[in-house]
């Protein structure tokens, strides 16, 4: 294990917290302290739930307010420049996570309540800036603020599930162009982990063995669908994939969550997600539209049957032409597929990616 530095701590001028991960420890003094004046944090969501179908709903209105695609002169993720502050009070960062200022999840509540947090990754203080385009060193100080975010928040008794995610593009309802990611930690299980869960354990009833494993076995033995590999993970379009360009990267280690992948396992698979990303890129033209979300085992039971996973999704299906949800997929959940996964497949290891 390569040692690292704890992030610098401080708090923002209406108590949210606020962290900074340095790619040179020692590098950057003491946080600048914010010269903002803001209310008191007031986040009314709520959670409501759904005894139809056994799930629950975050109710947020206040987030209709948010800022939408602001300027680049007025962005609140780029750092603070002279008399314009943003949310980072620092006139430079490397890697910083804060509260979000308009949290999905409510971040109090009273105890009989759930309750949750909601935080913004920057991962870089360039505005211009993509995922795919960080350096080797910045995607090291990114994976282990995801990492150490993993860890935390998990040891919080009223987390059930962290979620480490980022969606980019207009086209998916991205609000700040800023090259930024988000953390979740869910007071419940998300019923895509409760589904995955699920399965896991019943494959595990049956053959004493990990489903995601054996999922990645039978897919290295076929080979078709393998899109790129490091020596710690590799990047696949599943057999049947939902989305017409679907990846997922997974730790070839039996691993649950980012927490615990060891240096190098990180390093594999984020630069994985990285040289993915690229390649969409390399298919659809600059800031091709996605989603990509790490699928982590949940805090609480189930943590020995769950191998972590990123999902990477584009709803781009050809050059100008998006995949919506319609009534199949949004009412009754039954996904159709415009794009064969080999096919996807194929195309993705044909593009430009990018050096590992």
């Known amino acids: 294990m390569r040692p690292t530095s704890p992030p610098r701590r401080s708090r923002l001028a209406d108590g949210r917290e606020i962290l900074y991960f340095d790619d040179s420890p020692g590098r950057r003094g003491e946080p600048t302290p914010d010269a903002r004046e803001l209310p008191v944090r007031d986040a009314p969501s709520e959670l409501r739930h759904d005894p139809l179908v056994d799930e629950w709903v975050i109710i947020a209105t206040h987030r209709q307010d948010r800022t939408y695609l602001p300027s680049a002169s007025d962005c609140p993720l780029c750092p603070s420049r002279g008399t314009t502050h943003t949310e980072v009070p620092d006139s430079g960062y490397d890697v910083v ?210 191998h972590l996973r990123l999902q990477m999704i584009s709803p781009q299906r050809a050059r100008g032409r998006l995949k919506h949800l319609a009534g199949s997929e949004t009412i009754a959940g039954a996904f159709i597929n415009d794009v064969r996964p080999e096919d996807a497949a194929e195309r993705l290891r044909q593009a430009n990616g990018r050096d590992r």
Do not use: K
């Open 97 to 306: 996570v804060f509260e979000n200022r308009f949290p999905s999840l409510p971040a109090t509540a009273p105890a009989e309540t759930l309750a949750g947090r909601c935080e913004v990754v920057c991962y870089d203080s360039d505005h211009a800036g993509s995922f795919a385009s960080l350096s080797a060193a910045r995607l090291r100080t990114v994976g282990e603020a995801w990492a150490q975010r993993t860890a935390e928040l998990s040891r919080d008794p009223r987390v059930a599930h962290v979620f480490v995610f980022e969606n980019r593009g207009a086209e998916i309802g991205v609000t700040l162009d800023h090259p930024h990611g988000q953390v979740y930690a869910y007071p419940f299980l998300p019923p895509t982990i409760e589904r995955m869960l699920s399965a896991a354990r019943a494959h595990h009833a049956t053959h004493a063995s990990c489903l995601a494993c054996d999922l990645l076995a039978d897919e290295v033995a076929d080979g078709r669908r393998i899109v790129a590999e490091t020596e710690h993970a590799i990047a696949y379009v599943p057999l049947a994939a939902r989305w017409p360009f679907e990846v997922h990267a997974v730790p070839r280690r039996h691993v649950p969550d980012l927490a615990g992948l060891a240096d190098a396992e990180r390093d594999g698979v984020v630069a994985l997600e990285a040289d993915i990303l690229a390649r969409l890129d390399g298919l659809f033209g600059d800031r091709t539209p996605y989603m990509a979300g790490w699928l982590q085992a949940p805090t609480g039971d189930g943590r020995d049957l769950f």
